[in-house]
């Protein structure tokens, strides 16, 4: 009876070491996503658009809804260049930037900001 346990404890080990990368190939990867900063300057002050793809967001409130509805291992990359004008969202405040990568860490997104240089 050992040996039989044995062959078949063997037997489903190779069966789950051969099907299961097999299984694991088949599932899409998390999206990426490339976020810019916009600034409007046809109004009487600057307005400021966080733009992903085709898509707006006119607040980091908005900007967040959006990111909490991706899938968990969802990247956001964001390269904001090293000209500012001050009145930036994130970029203008560190504590404001410091709570906005606490939230993607918390919605399991990966946030990946690229340093000017």
């Not at 346990?5 to 998390?30: K, M, N, S, Y």
């Not at 400021?48 to 969802?74: H, M, Q």
């Amino acid at each position: 009876m050992n040996l039989i346990r044995r062959i078949v404890t063997g037997v489903l080990a190779l069966i789950v070491v051969t099907i299961g990368p097999v299984l694991a190939e088949d599932e899409e990867p998390p999206p990426v996503y490339e976020l810019r900063l916009v600034d409007l300057d046809d109004g009487p002050e600057t307005e400021f658009i966080f733009v992903i793809g085709n898509s707006g967001f006119r607040s980091v409130a908005s900007l967040k809804d959006f990111l909490a509805s991706r899938p968990a291992g969802t990247t956001l990359r964001w390269a904001p260049g090293c000209i500012r004008m001050g009145r930036e969202p994130l970029l203008s405040s560190e504590a404001d930037m410091e709570e906005f990568q606490a939230f993607c860490l918390e919605h399991s997104i990966v946030f990946e900001l690229v340093p000017s240089g």
